[in-house]
């Protein structure tokens, strides 16, 4: 009995875990959008991308149309496997960014897989 019991219990603890490294991904995550809409842009039709090394963020922006911007931006921290990435439509404006309301994402836009890999 105490056996199973113990079982359960590494079943659980990984489970916290696991659940506590999302958590700690998506802050950064979240932390390097809002890194990435203080900082000056020029999107062009390839990605362009900034990285604060020291925190883990990258921020990279897309000119996707005449004026819309999608921003995708990545926050690790030392425990992740892989990084998490959130995707958000917006506009630059004066080479500033600027988010349209309700344009988050739960995943890249695009049909084409390149076209939703951030360059290294």
């Known amino acids: 009995m105490l056996g ?10 990984h489970l916290v875990a696991s659940e506590v490294g999302f958590l700690k991904q998506y802050a950064a995550a979240i932390s390097a959008q809002a890194w990435g809409s203080q900082l000056t842009w020029q999107p062009q039709q390839t990605w362009q991308c900034q990285q604060e090394i020291e925190k883990g963020w990258k921020a990279c922006v897309l000119l996707v149309e005449r004026n819309e911007v999608l921003m995708a931006v990545r926050g690790t921290y030392s425990g992740a496997q892989l990084p998490l990435t959130l995707w958000r439509w917006g506009v630059v404006d004066n080479s500033h960014w600027l988010s349209t309301p309700h344009g988050w ?16």
């Open 4 to 13: 199973g019991l113990q079982r359960q219990l590494s079943h659980q603890r």
């Open 105 to 120: 994402l739960d995943f890249c836009p695009f049909a084409e897989v390149p076209r939703c890999q951030l360059p290294q």
